[in-house]
Antibody, heavy 121, light 110 residues
Framework: QLQLQESGPGLVKPSETLSLTCTVS??????????WGWIRQPPGKGLEWIGS???????SYNPSLMSRVTISVDTSKNQFSLKLSSVTAADTAVYYCARLVRGGERRFDYWGQGTLVTVSS | QSALTQPASVSGSPGQSITISCTGT?????????VSWYQHHPGKAPKLMIY???SRPSGVSNRFSGSKSGNTASLTISGLRAEDEADYYC??????????FGGGTKLTVL
């Protein structure tokens, strides 16, 4: 059974960089059948797609966050990571990592439990 | 990119059916059959309930069904049960190779 687990600091200061890692078990980030993505949910609000990455390193980002986001993949550790720079209180959210199926049946089929990141001094 | 539009809340009694709508544009919901629906109980991982507009993953009850007409997709839950009470989100692939989610709908089982 595939499992995804987010990890990283739960508190980040304004203007600093938020860094999270998603560790994948029970499957491989090197699979050609999937992308790997980050989604967040601010308190009391809906889900927002942040971006996705393929094992080759090819990325796609939400245009509203593109200038501040970097997603990378480490196939040797079976992990992928999120960096969000110049954070403000508006970036406070639960951050989820998820697997995105490629091809003709696209969907986020497995999700991590999520990790709350608070931006505060 | 604006979020897909969902009603903030819907409710129904046990055994009844409810429908949640998800409205987008011709550049997302209307242009692709990559619409999916997720059930989210607070504090837990979102769960995929419907993908490709109307397909159900293995293990998801056939009480859940999806459809689409034009720029609006819909999730119908029949035979409502107490455990169906949750937040539901739609999602769609877009013409710019990105993903949009809806604002979420809180389902209350009365």
């Amino acid at each position: 059974q595939l499992q995804l687990q987010e990890s990283g600091p739960g508190l980040v200061k304004p203007s600093e960089t938020l860094s999270l890692t998603c560790t994948v078990s029970g499957g491989s980030v090197s699979s050609s059948s999937y992308y790997w993505g980050w989604i967040r949910q601010p308190p009391g609000k809906g889900l927002e797609w942040i971006g996705s990455i393929y094992y080759s390193g090819s990325t796609s980002y939400n245009p509203s966050l593109m200038s501040r986001v970097t997603i990378s993949v480490d196939t040797s550790k079976n992990q992928f990571s999120l960096k969000l720079s110049s954070v403000t209180a508006a970036d406070t959210a639960v951050y989820y990592c998820a697997r995105l199926v490629r091809g003709g049946e696209r969907r986020f089929d497995y999700w991590g439990q999520g990790t709350l990141v608070t931006v505060s001094s | 990119q604006s979020a897909l539009t969902q009603p903030a809340s819907v409710s129904g009694s046990p055994g009844q059916s409810i429908t949640i709508s998800c409205t987008g544009t011709s550049s997302d919901v209307g242009g692709y059959n990559y619409v999916s629906w997720y059930q989210h109980h607070p504090g837990k991982a979102p769960k995929l309930m419907i993908y490709d507009v109307s397909s159900r993953p293995s293990g998801v009850s056939n009480r859940f069904s999806g459809s689409k007409s034009g720029n609006t997709a819909s999730l119908t839950i029949s035979g409502l049960r107490a455990e169906d009470e949750a937040d539901y989100y739609c999602s769609s692939y877009t013409s710019t190779s990105t993903w949009l989610f809806g604002g979420g709908t809180k389902l209350t089982v009365l």
